[in-house]
């Protein structure tokens, strides 16, 4: 699995497309890390079903005064290191360029 | 030659900037200001770059939109700074064009000049739960990046003052 990372609307989802057809990829992990109780599960079962997942980048600026948003942004940074960590390789997209930070593509 | 400066809030895009402009000039420096000044913060900030400039022979252009007519002398080094505030200004302004003229404004903006220098902002990695206005500023601003960085010849991100290149390399 490939695992593409990096700020909102940088152009991860553009990239992603050119690695694997469109069934073997799944775009915004960071959403369906809400409500989650076991993170780690998800992570191992969405990498085991998808050729590329991308999630944004969510843990900069301020921490969220709205304790239900807090929470959501805490679960997607926690399960974006847990999809990293099962990647071959992991991509951050910025401004549109890709930079591999670790692992090699296949 | 076209250099794009992304970086978050006091990363020290505009003392990286200026330092990167004066090094490799040519022709007349123009620093173009972008910043509306609204209030007593905007004033401050604007004085303490006024005074960071102080003394390097900029001659100031402020354009708050509409930069495709911003009165620069041909063949010279600019430094626009920053997209983050023109993009402000172009989507919420009085007269603003949106995200297009953005955009194109750099893009006439660089034909008039031998080194462009563009100093813009990393707002997106705080979060995803926006909606409205933020929600449609953070995408403006994200293609708008993504936009520059296709015609740049080199891309920086400011860490901490340090300048990482995405893109090409630090110009000389």
Redo the contacts between chains.
């Keep these: 699995m490939i695992f593409v990372t990096g700020?909102?609307?940088?152009?991860k989802a553009e990239y992603a497309r050119t690695l694997c057809p469109e069934d073997e990829l799944l775009l915004?992990a960071?959403?369906l890390a809400d409500g989650t109780s076991d993170l780690a599960a998800l992570a191992e079962e969405l990498a085991a079903k998808y050729a590329v997942i991308t999630a944004?980048?969510?843990?900069?600026?301020?921490v969220?005064i709205d304790p239900v948003?807090r929470v959501?942004?805490e679960a997607?940074g926690r399960l974006s290191c847990l999809l990293a960590a099962r990647a071959d390789a992991v991509v951050r997209v910025?401004?549109?360029?890709p930079?591999v930070i670790r692992g090699e593509l296949p | 030659m076209f250099t794009?400066i992304?970086g978050?809030a006091a990363s020290g895009k505009s003392r990286y900037a200026e330092d990167l402009l004066l090094r490799c000039a040519g022709g007349p420096l123009v620093y173009i200001a972008t910043m509306e000044p609204f209030d007593g913060e905007c004033r401050e900030r604007i004085a303490r770059h006024r005074a960071m400039r102080a003394g390097k022979g900029f001659r100031t252009v402020e354009r708050y939109r509409d930069l495709a007519n911003a009165d620069v002398p041909a063949g010279c080094t600019a430094l626009l700074e920053d997209v983050g505030n023109l993009t402000a200004n172009e989507l919420y302004g009085p007269g603003g064009a949106g995200e297009e003229a953005v955009v194109l404004g750099v893009e006439a903006l660089f034909k008039k000049c031998h080194t462009l220098v563009v100093v813009s902002n990393?707002t997106?990695?705080?979060?995803?739960?926006y909606e409205g206005d933020t929600d449609r500023y953070?995408?403006a601003?994200?293609?708008i990046?993504?936009a520059?960085?296709?015609r740049a010849d080199n891309?920086a991100?400011l860490v901490c003052g340090v300048a990482v290149y995405?893109?090409g390399r630090e110009p000389h």
């Design positions: 700020p909102l609307f940088s152009g915004n960071h959403e944004a980048e969510v843990g900069g600026g301020i969220p948003q959501q942004r997607a910025f401004c549109g360029i930079t | 794009l992304v978050g990393d997106n990695s705080g979060g995803a739960e953070l995408r601003l994200g293609n990046n993504r520059l960085a296709e891309v991100e995405h893109k």
